[in-house]
């Protein structure tokens, strides 16, 4: 049976693209959607959004995202940017707990759970991200490590709130090396995911939760990755920027 969860694809541009390039992206995207019921998010960068709001405001099936945000409100934080901020120029979904932003700026599963509740609290959806590195899947621990993740970052919320997010798994090893996860080992890290979630909020809520797969997607994977039956669709990176290939990954041609 097919599930009613909400189906996404969403591009994460990571730090690429110029502003001019990035208009073209947004406009090349726009020029061969058509409309569906997938949902698709730019997550472009932070200089891109308000011009990418403006062009895409009002397209059905188009959301504006952003890659990360600050945990605070507001203040003396030099270069960093907060949800109001982001809210204001018209974006809906955060990328959160990205493993990039993890290694580099060596962020925790605690600070991702604050920066959930700020995104959450300026009425904007987070993408949380999880995943495994290659070492601890080669020991086996990477079921345990992502149900801790899971816990960590999101088990705090309210019922109410938890309905709202939309959660990725991003195995590490599969982030721009393509080398994809295959369908199965996505399909059984979603499963694992989803039963972790109805531990911690029941499984009515867990069946409702879209978990995107990401990890070197392009449109001659994605057809089988989101076609498992915990698989909602995905994440993608490197393809994202080419409209053409982010198209076919989001029509499954
Ligand atoms: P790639 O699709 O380039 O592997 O990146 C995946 C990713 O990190 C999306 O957030």
Redesign the pocket.
Same mark, same amino acid.
């Given at each position: 049976m097919e599930n009613k969860r909400t189906r996404i694809v969403a591009g994460?541009w990571?730090m690429n693209t110029t502003y001019e390039e990035g208009k073209d992206l947004a406009q090349a995207v726009m020029d061969r959607l058509q409309p569906s019921q997938v949902k698709v998010v730019l997550a472009a960068p932070y200089t891109h959004l308000r011009i990418i709001h403006n062009m895409i405001h009002g397209v059905n099936n188009l959301f504006l995202g952003a890659q990360n945000c600050h945990e605070s409100d507001s203040g003396a934080f030099t270069g960093e940017i907060s949800a109001a901020m982001l809210q204001s120029t018209g974006v809906q979904y955060v +990328?959160l707990g990205?493993? *990039?932003r993890l290694e580099y700026f060596h962020e925790s599963d605690e600070l991702v759970a604050a920066k959930i509740d700020q995104v959450l609290r300026h009425g904007m959806i987070p993408i949380f991200?999880c995943g495994e590195k290659l070492e601890v899947r080669e020991k086996e621990e990477h079921l345990q490590l992502v149900a801790s993740q899971v816990t960590n970052g999101l088990s705090h919320l309210s019922q109410e709130d938890f309905s709202k997010i939309v959660v $990725?798994y *991003?195995p590490v090893w599969? +982030?721009?090396?393509g080398k994809n996860a295959s369908p199965k080992q996505a399909q059984d890290m979603h499963a694992h995911i989803r039963k972790t979630l109805a531990g911690h909020f029941g499984n009515d809520l867990a069946q409702k939760t879209s978990i995107l797969y =990401? =990890? #070197? &997607?392009k449109s001659s994977n994605a057809g089988e990755l989101f076609s498992q039956p915990d698989v909602d669709g995905g994440? &993608? =990176? =490197? $393809? #994202?920027l080419n409209a053409e290939e982010f198209v076919k990954i989001v029509t499954g041609d």
């Open positions: 994460n990571k +990328i990205h493993s *990039e991200c $990725a *991003e599969a +982030i721009g090396t =990401g =990890g #070197s &997607v994440l &993608v =990176g =490197g $393809a #994202s």
